[in-house]
Nanobody, 121 residues
Framework: QVQLVESGGGLVQPGGSLRLSCAAS????????MGWYRRAPGKERELVAR???????NYADSVKGRFTISRDNAKNTMYLQMNSLEPEDTAVYYC???????????????WGQGTQVTVSS
């Protein structure tokens, strides 16, 4: 019964900040790379940021310098700190993780249900 659950989304004014969290729960043997993706209205899903098991990171050009991805392995939790938010950041944000449940011999990608971020005056 492994799952990923996002939290921290909401409505914020342009220039504001939000911090998203993604918590993995259940019986988990290991977690590899993790990432945040988003889907804006009428657009394809895009990668926002990724973080490896050794804390290497990469970001979409549109969020570099404004967003920071991090993880706390002891808590099986990943974060996305979003600063200087713009209306173009409005989207549903999804958590993704490569993980292996304790009752499985093979890892696979898991997705959260998503959390809405709306940037508007």
């Amino acid at each position: 019964q492994v799952q990923l659950v996002e939290s921290g989304g909401g409505l914020v004014q342009p220039g504001g900040s939000l911090r998203l969290s993604c918590a993995a729960s259940g019986s988990i043997a290991s977690i590899g790379g993790m990432g945040w993706y988003r889907r804006a209205p009428g657009k394809e899903r895009e990668l926002v940021a990724r973080i490896s098991s050794s804390d290497s990171t990469n970001y979409a050009d549109s969020v570099k310098g404004r967003f920071t991805i991090s993880r706390d392995n002891a808590k099986n939790t990943m974060y996305l700190q979003m600063n200087s938010l713009e209306p173009e950041d409005t989207a549903v944000y999804y958590c993704n993780a490569l993980l292996r449940p304790s009752n499985s011999d093979y890892p696979r990608n898991y997705w959260g249900q998503g959390t809405q971020v709306t940037v508007s005056s």
